[in-house]
């Protein structure tokens, strides 16, 4: 189902809805709710590395910021079923994104790119690290000998993820990038201009000040509130692991397109 080249707006919104990166997306409502409750109830794993303090509280506050800006079904006494990410906020998040990416290779910036969710979005990111590395930008080398107390923080094809037992590992902390972010600080080297990321990657470089942008699911309400709060930049809400991550392809394509990154 590849679409060869780049997909115009219309065919993208067409794609992400048949391939359930947008549309009907594949997690159930109840786990969105649980992880808004969750969130509400101060629970750190689903804070994604970012200060929440006592702001959002309240799980119908969150539900309105997700349907506002995801797209999920605004009704709260909706609880089990089908939830729902709007491919038209999908794209729109993928060009307020390529605007900053535009940004940046204009400025030829220091950027930073980490996923916590490598086997859905490592080659998205990789593939963006490259194309702001031919835009004449410095992509960020990460300090070695990092590591957290869930595993070794290393870097591969551009990206920075998380190893643990010889696999690359699916992680929300924001520990990863506390990491890096400290030990860039203590070798006196200059923090990133830019951060492209997703889970607690993205979220603690947003709360330590950096510019940070990245990609969220619907159960993963946290980025939309930092969004929502200006301490990230932009959210894209996609599904972050369909059963294909070739399924991004056409996603990527548009994004480098509409930030003038094409080759």
Known sequence: MPIPGTPSRAELVEHLVQTRIAGDVATPRENNLSHYRQLANGVRNYWLGLELGDR????????????????????????????????????????????????????????????????????VH??????????????????????????????????????????????????PMKAILTALESEGRPLPDLVVADHGWAGYAGQHGVDSVGYADCNDPALFLAEAEGTVQVTVPLDDHVPSPRHYDPMTAYLLAEAGLSA
């Open 56 to 123: 959002w509280t309240d799980e119908q506050d969150v539900l309105a910021v997700m349907a506002e800006r995801v797209g999920v079904n605004d009704d709260p006494e909706y609880r089990y079923g089908q939830d729902t990410i709007d491919p038209e906020l999908t794209v729109g998040g993928l060009e307020r994104m390529a605007a900053r990416l535009r940004k940046a290779a204009e400025g030829q910036q220091r950027v930073l790119f980490a996923t916590g969710h490598p086997g859905g979005l490592l080659d």
């Open 126 to 175: 990789r593939a963006t690290a490259a194309a702001l590395r031919a835009a004449g930008c410095e992509i960020v080398v990460i300090p070695e000998g990092l590591q957290t107390d869930e595993g070794y923080v290393w870097q591969l094809a551009d990206v920075a993820v998380l190893e643990h037992g010889a696999t690359l590992w699916h992680t929300h902390s924001g520990e």
